[in-house]
């Protein structure tokens, strides 16, 4: 069992960044960050390996977005740049058992219960 526990979220200015962190009460494999705009259903933003060494996007956010990883912390990161109004959502991240990059949230067994991130414009 992994706990996830997702921190850095806040209301900013269009254009404006912010990095969120997501420590987990363990060693993980691939992780994701996923988000849930209000209305919306989740969505799939990024995805990192075990090891850090791949790393995948959604067209929506690449080129803004980047996800990292400090497995000697346990901590996954998404840093978000030139934020928009449309990046408002519920960020949440995710373990899964694969050692891969993954899309489908069907794939993460261990979901963190989410932060907020409300962009202005």
């Known amino acids: 069992q992994v706990q996830l526990v997702e921190s850095g979220g806040g209301l900013v200015q269009a254009g404006d960044s912010l990095r969120l962190s997501c420590a987990a009460s363990?060693?993980?494999?691939?992780m994701g960050w996923f988000r849930q705009a209000p209305g919306k259903e989740r969505e799939f933003v990024a995805a990192i390996s075990w090891n850090g060494g791949s790393t995948d996007y959604a067209d929506s956010v690449k080129g803004r977005f980047t996800v990292s990883r400090d497995n000697a912390k346990n901590t996954l990161y998404l840093q978000m740049n030139s934020l928009k109004p449309e990046d408002t959502a519920v960020y949440y991240c995710?373990?899964?058992?694969?050692?891969?990059?993954?899309?489908?949230?069907?794939?993460?067994?261990?979901w963190g219960q989410g932060t907020q991130v409300t962009v202005s414009s």
């Open positions: 363990g060693r993980t494999r691939s």
């Open positions: 995710a373990a899964s058992s694969s050692y891969y990059t993954v899309h489908r949230q069907a794939s993460y067994d261990y």
